[in-house]
T-cell receptor, first 118, second 110 residues
Framework: GAVVSQHPSWVICKSGTSVKIECRSLDFQATTMFWYRQFPKQSLMLMATSNEGSKATYEQGVEKDKFLINHASLTLSTLTVTSAHPEDSSFYIC??????????????FGAGSRLTVL | QKEVEQDPGPLSVPEGAIVSLNCTYSNSAFQYFMWYRQYSRKGPELLMYTYSSGNKEDGRFTAQVDKSSKYISLFIRDSQPSDSATYLCAMTNTGNQFYFGTGTSLTVIP
């Protein structure tokens, strides 16, 4: 089945530094990737949608200059949290949508990345 | 009105019980329906994927879609403690946007 690899699974950084999270589709080409943020015991909150080769579309209220998303290839998307602050501490999850009849209408998720900003 | 409604629970059942999880939705254009299982501090894992109305079975899991009632269900037979997790329903019409329920927290007691 489809597999999405997300790294790192856990990162701790100092306030003011930037952190990059990678999301790779291992066995399929992902035309679209979605980035979510999840707070404890809450549901997924869509942050942005990225399509390969074009700029990401951010949800209302999400700062695009703080959360930089790059989808440079059909198998890789990255989320960079710039100048991170403690309030950015959260669980970030990526998902990928494939191609074709069987892949275009289902999402495969990565394992998530826990960010702690000190 | 939310696009997708899901009872958050929590739901607690004894081991071996049949579990029924449900979602309702408002957009009749939705055609593709998914159920995900999410363990604490992990990404959601796809359990079932169905297209349009009908039933689909995979081991102890059965997914049902009733488009006329805008209602989907996930049944878990012979529930196990390892089934304890949050279950999310999701749906889409074109694959450009996916709509999720808030998730139902399930605990299976040994």
């Amino acid at each position: 089945g489809a597999v999405v690899s997300q790294h790192p699974s856990w990162v701790i950084c100092k306030s003011g530094t930037s952190v990059k999270i990678e999301c790779r589709s291992l066995d399929f080409q992902a035309t679209t990737m979605f980035w979510y943020r999840q707070f404890p015991k809450q549901s997924l909150m869509l942050m942005a949608t990225s399509n390969e080769g074009s700029k990401a579309t951010y949800e209302q209220g999400v700062e695009k200059d703080k959360f930089l998303i790059n989808h440079a290839s059909l198998t890789l998307s990255t989320l960079t949290v710039t100048s991170a602050h403690p309030e950015d501490s959260s669980f970030y999850i990526c998902s990928a949508r494939g191609q074709g009849d069987s892949g275009a209408n289902v999402l495969t998720f990565g394992a998530g990345s826990r960010l702690t900003v000190l | 009105q939310k696009e997708v409604e899901q009872d958050p629970g929590p739901l607690s059942v004894p081991e071996g019980a049949i579990v029924s999880l449900n979602c309702t939705y408002s957009n009749s254009a939705f055609q593709y329906f998914m159920w995900y299982r999410q363990y604490s501090r992990k990404g959601p894992e796809l359990l079932m994927y169905t297209y349009s109305s009908g039933n689909k079975e995979d081991g102890r899991f059965t997914a049902q879609v009733d488009k006329s009632s805008k209602y989907i269900s996930l049944f878990i037979r012979d529930s196990q403690p390892s089934d304890s997790a949050t279950y999310l329903c999701a749906m889409t019409n074109t694959g450009n946007q996916f709509y999720f329920g808030t998730g139902t927290s399930l605990t299976v007691i040994p």
